[in-house]
């Protein structure tokens, strides 16, 4: 597990090539000294139980087995002070209304310049 100082991240996102370009993103603007890509639930899962809660869980809504809504609640209630954003590529707002009713730490659009994005993972750690 990670020492309590070091602030880490995780994204899942079942693209690795996106998940992979936030997780660099991470790390070369936002000070994290360790982000793991990720590409599904399941590895969520095993990853959090090898390395501990990350600092940030940076999760895309829709996973190749469908929508992320049932790991982000689970995320939710078993590691409580671990950071959440919801990412989308999916700009309907009924998928805004349904990550807002969970009350994770933020919701972006992934068509979001890279400066709002470094504003959205720092408004998600305050």
């Given at each position: 597990?990670?020492?309590?100082h070091?602030?880490t991240?995780?994204?899942?996102?079942?693209?690795?090539?996106?998940?992979?370009?936030?997780?660099?993103?991470?790390?070369?603007?936002?000070?994290?000294s360790?982000?793991?890509?990720?590409?599904?639930?399941g590895?969520?899962?095993?990853?959090?139980?090898?390395?501990?809660?990350?600092?940030?869980?940076?999760?895309?809504?829709?996973?190749?087995?469908?929508?992320?809504?049932?790991?982000?609640?689970?995320?939710?209630?078993?590691?409580?002070?671990?950071?959440?954003l919801?990412?989308s590529?999916?700009?309907?707002p009924?998928v805004?209304?349904?990550?807002?009713?969970l009350?994770?730490?933020?919701?972006?659009?992934?068509?979001a310049?890279?400066?709002?994005?470094?504003?959205?993972?720092?408004?998600?750690?305050?």
């Amino acid at each position: 597990m990670p020492p309590s100082h070091e602030r880490t991240a995780v994204v899942v996102d079942d693209h690795p090539l996106v998940a992979r370009g936030i997780a660099d993103y991470l790390r070369a603007h936002c000070a994290f000294s360790r982000v793991d890509a990720i590409c599904s639930s399941g590895d969520l899962w095993a990853h959090i139980g090898q390395c501990g809660a990350p600092t940030l869980a940076l999760i895309d809504f829709w996973l190749a087995a469908g929508t992320a809504l049932p790991t982000i609640t689970r995320l939710r209630d078993e590691y409580p002070a671990t950071r959440l954003l919801v990412i989308s590529g999916d700009g309907d707002p009924a998928v805004r209304d349904k990550v807002r009713r969970l009350a994770v730490d933020g919701f972006l659009l992934k068509q979001a310049e890279p400066a709002v994005f470094a504003l959205a993972v720092a408004a998600a750690l305050r």
